[in-house]
Each structure stands twice: as C-alpha cells, then as structure tokens.
C-alpha cells in the first residue's frame, strides 16, 4: 500500500514488503536514542493501557508517549482505532509523564539544547554560516530558484548523515520523500566516493519514496513514524516540500486549505525532528515578485505558514564561474550572512 514505498531498496531496485522488512528487524543493530538515555517510561505505564490497548498504539504506530502526548483526542481515536474518550485519557496521562506539560525552566531548555547535534556539510563555508552545520530538532527550508542546487543539498546532507559521528555525521539513516522524482541514487555514489564511503551502505541507509500528490506526500510523512521502528531516523528530507502543494491548489479560494495542509504537514515533520532528536529538511521553490522595486525580485512560496515553521530558511542562488551562494535568513540564533562553495562532481566543496 502507501508505505510500500518506503521499501525501495536502491541497490537491489526492488520492493520488498512491510513483513519482510520486519523478520529483518532483530539482526540490525541499531543503537536508538532512547537507548543512550536513562530507562524511561514506556507506554504499558500509562494508567488505563493495557497489553491489547498498547498493541492498538504500537500498531499506529505510537510507542513514545511524546508522540502520543503531542496528539489530539480526535486524531488518536481515529489513528489507534479508540473511543474518543479513551483516546483523551491517554494524551492527558502521557502529557504528565512525559513531562511536557506547561512550562519549562530555561535551564531545562538548555538541557534538552544540549542533546542537539550538527551535522556537518563537509563544507567550511557553509558550516561557519551555520555555527557548525545543520541541528537536530530543527526544520531548515532551503530555498531558491530552479537548479540553485536545492536538490544537490538534500543528495549531500542524506550522505553525510550516515557518516560516523566523529566525523561530523549523525550515524544515522534519512527518509526522504521525493515529489519532484529528482532523487537519483547515482549523485549519492558519486558523493559517497567524494567521501572515501561505500556507495552501498550508504545507500543502504537513504529509505526513498517517491509522492505523487499532496495527500500522498502527507501519509508518507505520516508513515515514517511507523516504518522506522528499530531505525536510528537522524534526518527526513521532503524535497520539494511544496511543489505538489503549489499545482493542486490553485487560486485564491484555494489558499486557506492549502495552508492549512501544509501546516498540518509540517507539524508532522517537526514532531520527527524532536521526537527523533533529527533534522528535518525540506526544500521550497521561489515565485518573482515582478513588484518588486529593489533587492531580489523573488521570495520562497508557503506563507507565513512555512516561515514561521522553519527554525532556519537557506536561500540558494547561482553565480559567476559554477559558484553557489547560500545566504542564511531568518535564524533564531546566528547573524544573517552569505557563504561561497561549488557544486562538483565529488559533492559540496568549499
Ligand atoms: N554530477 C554533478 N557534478 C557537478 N555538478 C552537478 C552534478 N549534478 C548536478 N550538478 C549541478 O547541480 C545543478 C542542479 O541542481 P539541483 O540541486 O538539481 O537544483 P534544484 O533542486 O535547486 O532545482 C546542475 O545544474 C549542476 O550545476
Ligand atoms: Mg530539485
């Protein structure tokens, strides 16, 4: 069905389905976040959820009580398949237990900063804009015009997050939703060389699917909290997040139902990102403001929606010679500013 798509193994082009993926699941050793940290409570401690109750969320795909603690009572019922009621008693109990409820100290917020990490871009330039790389629980949108290098981006960064940690990795696995079916397993060989990596265990780690509309990009999203059980998930990757988006709602009296799509989308997405400790990735076209009196005639398309989800906006755009320049807009911490870099064979380089 809709999740087979996640199935694709590049190398071995074919599809395998959900059953076989799961008989495959005890003998990869995969070392999850939640394992590093202390024992935490599980979602059989909810008051009320017994072994038949548990297995309904596990099957829907929540095992972590911050999944289920983010949830309204409305979409759990009709996720887990509960009575709304029931579905209320259980968000409330995971909120307390999960310690999410209300407000934090700063001290606290810092404790949960310091879980961060950052992935390197390999690339001095573009790690200095960032202050060391791209981090986790954050959603960066890179912008820019058609063959800026958006793409080439998302191909690099899905590399070097299964590179060791000490290398400036996230020793990790990517899910990647594709809707532009520019995803090419070639570009990563090449950039995996570039990095002295085996093309196919890196390959091995980049779990594509191809969306074919909106509401299907939306599902997939979905999915990867469910088909990433027993995978160590550092990044998810919606290239281009609002393409789909873009083509299906047209007009004016189209707008406040795509937002709202796109919202809900990215509430997704973010939620991955923090209940994953990853980073989330997602690439955005331009649209020409002919308006414009100065300054860049374009501006990246989502609205105030997308803007305001994204923890950091990267907009791309081509110069003289093959050379690229990102320019860092809109982050919460770092200064604005440009860098250079190049586009080459091997990959991103300074
Ligand atoms: N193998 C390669 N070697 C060097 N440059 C490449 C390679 N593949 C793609 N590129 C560069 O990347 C550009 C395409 O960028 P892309 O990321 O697809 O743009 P976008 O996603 O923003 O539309 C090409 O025009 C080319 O300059
Ligand atoms: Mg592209």
Not at 133 to 144: A, D, I, K, N, R
Not at 251 to 271: C, E, F, P, T, V
């Amino acid at each position: 069905m809709i999740y087979l798509g996640w199935i694709v193994r590049l190398m071995a082009a074919k599809t395998k389905s959900n059953k076989q993926k799961e008989e495959e699941a005890p003998d990869t050793e995969v070392i999850t976040m939640e394992e590093q940290l202390e024992p935490e409570a599980t979602i059989e401690d909810l008051p009320g959820v017994g072994p038949a109750t548990a297995e309904k969320l596990r099957e829907a795909g929540f095992d972590e009580l911050l999944a289920l603690a983010v949830m309204s009572p409305g979409d759990l019922a009709e996720q887990a398949e509960l009575g709304e009621a029931v579905a209320g008693k259980i968000i409330q109990a995971a909120k307390k237990m999960a310690n999410i409820g209300g407000f934090v100290s700063g001290s606290a917020l810092l404790e949960r900063r310091r879980e961060v990490q950052k992935l390197s871009s390999m690339v001095q330039s573009i790690d200095d804009l960032l202050a060391g790389g791209f981090e986790t629980q954050s959603l960066v949108e890179v912008y820019g015009e058609f063959g800026s290098g958006k793409t080439q981006i998302g191909h690099q960064l899905a590399v070097n997050c299964t590179m060791p940690v000490d290398q400036g990795g996230f020793d990790g696995d990517v899910f990647y939703i594709d809707t532009e079916d520019t995803f090419r397993p070639e570009r990563i060989t090449q950039m995996a060389r570039g990095h002295g990596l085996d093309p196919e265990a890196v390959l091995e780690r980049i779990h594509v699917a191809r969306a074919y509309n909106s509401a299907h990009q939306m599902l997939l999203a979905e999915e990867i909290k469910r088909m990433s059980r027993g995978i160590n998930v550092k990044m998810i990757i919606v290239d281009s997040l609002t393409s789909h988006f873009r083509a299906e709602f047209v007009g004016r009296g189209m707008l406040a139902n795509r937002q709202q799509k796109l919202n809900r989308h990215l509430k997704d997405l973010k939620q991955l990102a923090d209940v994953n400790n990853a980073l989330v990735l997602v690439t955005n076209q331009v649209m020409s403001k002919p308006d414009a009196m100065w300054g860049d005639p374009t501006k990246p398309i989502g609205g105030h929606v997308l803007a305001h989800a994204s923890t950091f906006r990267l907009y791309l755009r081509k110069a003289k010679g093959g050379r690229r320049i990102a320019r860092l807009v809109d982050s919460p911490n770092l200064p604005d500013g440009e860098c250079v870099y190049q586009v080459c064979e091997e990959g991103l380089r300074d």
